[in-house]
């Protein structure tokens, strides 16, 4: 069955970085966008970052632009998120996200996008 496994939290200073990585198993990692989302406590999960098949297209969403990076290892079956330049406001569970298309990574920049789920990994940013 399908797996995306989230990797990389924590809890680092506020300034600081961290990259988390998933891992996807039982699909065909080239034929899906792959994406991060995030969930602060008592929020709604809301969209990060995605990013084409391909990997030569990203879409970021503006609180995190300029700061965080989507990338992905089409021979690993990974995507990637670089965190730079963490705030107190970036608190929350990152979850990563697959979609089933060849077309734009835009198609999964809400959650009903997508088609599997990881389970998530805490990251706090202590002020």
């Known amino acids: 069955q399908v797996q995306l496994v989230e990797s990389g939290g924590g809890l680092v200073q506020v300034g600081g970085s961290l990259r988390l990585s998933c891992v996807a198993s039982?699909?065909?990692?080239?034929?899906?966008?792959m994406g991060w989302f995030r969930r602060a406590p008592g929020k709604e999960r809301e969209f990060v970052a995605a990013?084409?098949?391909?990997?030569?297209?990203?879409y970021t969403a503006d609180p995190v632009k300029g700061r965080f990076t989507i990338s992905r290892d089409n021979a690993k079956n990974t995507v990637y998120l670089q965190m730079n330049s963490l705030k107190p406001e970036d608190t929350a569970n990152y979850y990563c996200?697959?979609?089933?298309?060849?077309?734009?990574?835009?198609?999964?920049?809400?959650?009903?996008?997508?088609?599997?789920w990881g389970k998530g990994t805490l990251v706090t940013v202590s002020s």
């Open positions: 039982g699909l065909t990692f080239g034929n899906y966008a």
């Open positions: 996200a697959a979609r089933h298309t060849t077309g734009p990574e835009t198609s999964l920049r809400t959650p009903d996008g997508a088609d599997y």
């Open positions: 990013i084409k098949w391909s990997g030569d297209s990203t």
